[in-house]
């Protein structure tokens, strides 16, 4: 052993030897305990030598890749007082890059004795290293050849929201040795797929090493989505075919999703860890410094403050967990080369002793950070402390979850919110993020997630249908907004399935042609169910796994989703880079947007206010200003008609131009638009739009006169939204 650095932290080889580093301010001895290959066996007990600016760090000559490790941390007990070092529990390092070895429960994970007098007060002398997974010094070499990031513009970004295992457990074309894993994932067919829906970002549920929970294995149950990390620099070893592989795995899939020209960001949960309360096991922050590590109640330091409820909350107030946090981020950019990240209960992150602080540490950190500002930073902007809902108040530079989309679309669909309350929705939520500088593609537009119900049976269920997760049917979500249409669950009357694939539709178009970025969940484009299950985290089976059988039997609601992101990226008016402006924008001298009512004129301000105004068309005016110059663009003209009314309704098109005719692209009553000749009317020819139903117009001009007759349909009235 000799003296070695305190940088970088973890355990890095350089070619002759393991640099050891661990951050704990509070010990007073590090022991480093190394293993035999399977973990089995502790081999070795080595003190580090130093201790320098609170870093505990020595250097193995001779000791490489493949090395099994942990730790044993001294330090006071003391649980009133927020510390709780117990050298008895081997703890992971913090900056572990492979595990070998399964969590297995046992009372002998725990600091405290389970059971006695005093409870967590007490001190446990059982040994926990038999039943805690072990780590590993990585070797990282691996050659990227010419593969390197497709850097999307967030202007063009459609996300896809997936997991690991889910996506390709039930694959056909995936060889059942890598179904489940990140070499399925990567598997040609899969990407090949993907692409193909025109999707752009996939984005990935937690792969970071995480932990079953005890409570849900004895019900013969897993954390399947796993959001209880224990390890933010390892990939979960579940999703390997060899966990002596790991780093080089996941680099293989992330190097053919980028040879394909697609993104890969990552879910991550940095608010909290596996190791919940203080009633909670001791696996590695607890042991190593858990005054430092969690939020702690400033005049009762043996609890924790849970803003997560999950029992704890990583202290992102102290310079060194935030340090933690983003040196994790870099390593999955720079190490790892993925495109972005998904952050779990966001405003966790920017919570100071104080509350949410838009200025916090932690996002002052990445905004200067010359690795994190240029990659994709998505807030999920809420959690369950108090004052939590903090959409639209992330800093330049991030991305938001927008549940008000979510919320307002699907009341809009089953005809309980109207034109008035959609419409700001459609074009980037402005009155939410226009601020700051901000763009609309800070707005992450969805109707479905991973959390609630799937498309499918968010328009076949009026009710959550949660049984099989064994908790009475009182976990997840009771008011889901949803509309089974007319009958619970899976139905043959031929009507309402026609009503429901009518209503997946307009979700998707709705969806994918609002202003901002679009994220779809996987398999909703071919309608895959759970069952009526909206809260699925714990079910690791044909509930949650995507039916690929279904790919094939709704083949046409595949074609619908690639004609609708196929028109996404034809015009570009779907998708602008600045907020469009609802009244007049004196620098071009013409409306960007303008709201038609049914008889084709321009919305009038009772309009706006009437709940039953369901029926109602929004004209993008391709002349838009596209950048900050002050000119007029030349992209093509659109309208949208959205109808949540039940019964048909007999649509105007606005103008009255005898040169200008509207082209019909998209009627989602049609499963599938007939190919060959266009459907062509004239400005001022009517057109019945089916009840419950969406349609896309463009404009076709032949100057520019033509073109001012057709999107001024008439009085221009104060604009509600």
């Not at 696996?283 to 999950?310: E, H, M, W």
């Not at 969805?446 to 609630?452: L, P, S, V």
Request: charged share 25%.
């Amino acid at each position: 052993m000799r003296e070695g650095l305190p940088h970088p932290r973890g355990a890095f080889w350089d070619g002759q030897g393991t640099n050891f580093s661990l951050f704990s301010a509070n010990a007073t001895k590090v022991e480093l305990c190394l293993f035999d290959a399977d973990g089995q066996t502790e081999l070795e007990r080595i003190e580090l030598p130093e201790y320098t600016d609170e870093i505990w760090h020595g250097y193995l000559v001779d000791v490489g890749p493949g090395t099994v490790y942990g730790y044993r941390v001294h330090g006071p007990y003391e649980p009133e007082a927020g510390h709780r070092f117990n050298p008895n529990k081997l703890v992971i390092d913090p900056y572990a890059r492979e595990f070998v070895g399964e969590l297995r429960w046992d009372d002998a994970l725990f600091g405290y004795t389970i059971g006695a007098e005093g409870d967590d007060l007490t001190f446990d002398e059982r040994d926990s290293a038999p039943f805690i997974p072990k780590c590993v010094v990585a070797d990282s070499a691996f050659d990227w050849k010419q593969s390197v990031s497709p850097l999307v513009p967030w202007d063009r970004t459609v996300i896809y929201e997936t997991h690991v295992r889910g996506y390709t457990k039930l694959h056909p074309q995936v060889p059942e040795e890598l179904r489940g894993t990140f070499a399925g994932l990567a598997v040609p067919e899969v990407i090949k797929y993907i692409k193909s829906l025109g999707i752009t970002t996939v984005e990935l549920l937690p792969i970071h090493a995480f932990v079953y929970d005890s409570l849900l294995l004895e019900k013969g149950l897993t954390n399947y989505w796993g959001y209880n990390s224990i390890g933010f620099f390892a990939p979960d070893p579940r999703y390997l075919i060899d966990r002596r592989r790991g780093v080089q795995e996941f680099k293989e899939m992330v190097a053919r999703f980028h040879d394909a020209g697609l993104e890969v960001i990552l879910d991550v949960v940095y608010n909290h860890t596996a190791e919940g309360n203080e009633r909670g096991p001791t696996l590695c922050f607890k042991g190593v410094d858990n005054a430092s590590y969690y939020r702690l109640i400033p005049d009762q330091k043996r609890y924790y403050i849970n803003d997560t409820g999950t029992g704890n909350t990583l202290n992102l107030s102290h310079p060194r967990v935030i340090q933690m946090v983003t040196d994790s981020l870099r390593f999955w950019v720079n190490e790892m080369h993925v495109d972005g990240f998904r952050f779990d209960l966001g405003t966790i992150l920017a919570r100071e002793p104080n509350g949410f602080d838009n200025q916090s540490g932690f996002l002052k950190a990445c905004s200067q950070d010359p690795v994190l500002s240029r990659v994709k930073l998505i807030a999920e902007p809420w959690d369950c402390g108090p004052g939590g809902y903090q959409v639209g108040e992330f800093p330049p530079g991030w991305a938001e979850w927008n549940d008000q989309y979510r919320d307002v679309v699907r009341d809009f669909w089953r005809g309980e919110a109207s034109a008035g309350k959609v419409a700001p929705r459609l074009y980037g939520s402005a009155d939410i993020f226009n601020k700051f500088g901000r763009r609309p593609y800070a707005s992450i537009n969805f109707i479905t997630a991973h959390d609630g119900f799937t498309l499918n049976d968010l328009v076949s269920y009026n009710e959550r249908h949660n049984e099989a997760n064994l908790e009475d049917n009182r976990d997840g979500h009771e008011h889901n907004r949803s509309w089974n249409c007319g009958a619970e669950g899976p139905t043959e009357d031929e009507g309402i399935n026609t009503l429901r694939g009518r209503q997946i539709r307009n979700f998707l178009a709705t969806l994918l042609l609002s202003q901002g970025t679009p994220m779809l969940l996987a398999g909703d484009e071919f309608g895959r169910t759970q069952q009526g299950n909206n809260n699925a985290y714990c079910q690791d089976n044909d509930i949650s796994w995507v039916d690929w059988s279904l790919a094939e039997k709704n083949e046409t609601l595949v074609r619908f989703v690639q004609q609708m992101t196929a028109l996404r990226a034809k015009f570009p008016i779907l998708r602008r880079n600045r907020f469009l402006s609802a009244l007049e924008n004196p620098r071009i001298g013409l409306k960007e947007i303008t709201w038609i009512n049914a008889s084709g004129k321009e919305m009038e301000d009772e309009q706006w206010t009437d709940d039953g105004m369901l029926c109602f068309g929004m004209l993008l005016d391709g002349r838009a200003q596209e950048t900050g110059l002050r000119q007029r663009s030349h992209d093509a003209t659109l309208l949208i008609v959205l109808n949540a009314f039940h019964d048909l309704v007999e649509f105007t098109l606005p103008g009255d131009s005898p040169d200008a005719r509207w082209t019909l692209l998209i009627d989602t009553n049609l499963p599938d638009l007939p190919t060959g000749r266009k459907a062509i009317f004239t400005t001022g020819e009517t057109y019945g739009v089916t009840g419950r139903s969406l349609l896309v117009f463009s404009l076709e001009a032949h100057s520019e006169n033509a073109i001012d007759r057709a999107v001024k349909p008439g009085k221009q009235s104060a604009q509600k939204t």
